[in-house]
């Protein structure tokens, strides 16, 4: 069981978040922790508490004299929350060697509602993730994004580099590297609609009545092939489906303001490694707007077969994690 800590705000605590376990469940559907894992709240400036799912790695201390692996930081897209990592990718990461923290954004899983009817902005929801890096990690991290989570550390990402050296440290920490999963690309999700509008109008359909309706909630069909692989078992595509249900308690974003701000600011004298992936087959986004994200950080993304949209949740979420790691082991050569 982790630790219940108390701490009062003093200057020279500015640096240890409080962090409580017992409070009262947001998720009508709870999601269990797997052993290993812990569940605690890190508090942010506002006061507000963002819930963040913690599995150390399992891996014995390496010779002292190694380089230290960084860890790994998990940020989730619409409809989801930390738990949707928990699944398979926390375990098997720290399995690898690699402390690693999902957060669940404000208005989602057991994190905290701001005041309102949204969660946050790309600008908010970035400073949430760079305050937790900033009073917890001491080594920089990776981070791992999925759809709108990636869109999320695109902003980071632009910001960090775009900052005057003295503020970059303070507002939005270094990173290693950072590895965008199915992610929306950096001109948004509206390139994405008007494509399928035109080439796929019954996917198009299907996809804005799945999402924007929020039909995957009450359509066990629906809901797979907009998230998942046709061979998902029934009782699996529905045990995530409830919790897809609990984990929005609002809109990560107002759609129309966020569209409205892109596409992210490019980035200038960039040194952080970024790897681009995608699933072959995503039901959300497509190949474009992968292949547009490729070439707004200049490189070739990586398509992994025989997955869908929620890579770190499908039947082969291994192909996906190893892809990762043999990237992450390399970062270290």
């Given at each position: 069981m982790a630790v219940v800590l108390t701490i009062q705000h003093t200057p020279k605590l500015t640096l240890q978040p409080s962090a409580v376990l017992d409070k009262p469940k947001k998720m009508r559907v709870p999601y269990v922790l797997k052993q290993g894992q812990s569940r605690i709240f890190h508090q942010l400036p506002s006061g507000l508490n963002m819930e963040v799912i913690v599995q150390k790695s399992s891996v014995k201390d390496k010779d002292p004299e190694e380089?230290?692996?960084p860890p790994l930081v998990f940020?989730?897209?619409s409809y989801h929350a930390a738990w949707c990592?928990?699944?398979h990718w926390l375990p098997f990461f720290s399995n690898s060697g690699f402390d690693c923290y999902a957060f669940s954004l404000l208005g989602q899983g057991e994190s905290d509602a701001p005041s309102g009817t949204i969660a946050g902005s790309l600008q908010t929801h970035a400073g949430d993730v760079a305050d937790f890096i900033q009073r917890n990690l001491k080594l920089p991290p990776v981070l791992i994004g999925h759809s709108f989570g990636g869109l999320i550390i695109q902003y980071y990402l632009a910001h960090m580099r775009n900052l005057p050296?003295?503020?970059?440290?303070?507002?939005?920490?270094?990173l290693t590297g950072a590895v965008l999963v199915c992610s929306v690309p950096p001109s948004g999700n509206s390139g994405l609609v008007w494509r399928y509008l035109f080439s796929k109008p019954v996917a198009a359909f299907k996809v804005t009545r799945s999402l924007a309706a929020k039909a995957f909630q009450t359509s066990l069909s629906l809901c797979r092939e907009t998230f998942f692989s046709a061979t998902m078992e029934d009782n699996l595509v529905l045990r995530y489906q409830e919790l897809m249900k609990e984990s929005s308690r609002m809109p990560l974003f107002d759609l129309r303001k966020l569209n409205a701000s892109l596409p992210v600011p490019k980035m200038?004298?960039?040194s952080t490694e970024i790897l681009v992936l995608g699933a072959k087959d995503d039901f959300i986004v497509d190949a474009e707007g992968l292949n547009e994200t490729g070439r707004f950080y200049d490189m070739s993304p990586i398509c992994i077969e025989g997955v869908a949209h929620d890579m770190m949740l499908d039947c082969s979420w291994e192909k996906g994690a190893n892809f990762i790691l043999s990237w992450l082991n390399g970062l270290s050569r």
């Open positions: 380089k230290k692996d940020v989730h897209g990592w928990a699944e050296c003295s503020e970059m440290e303070t507002l939005y920490p270094e200038t004298n960039c």
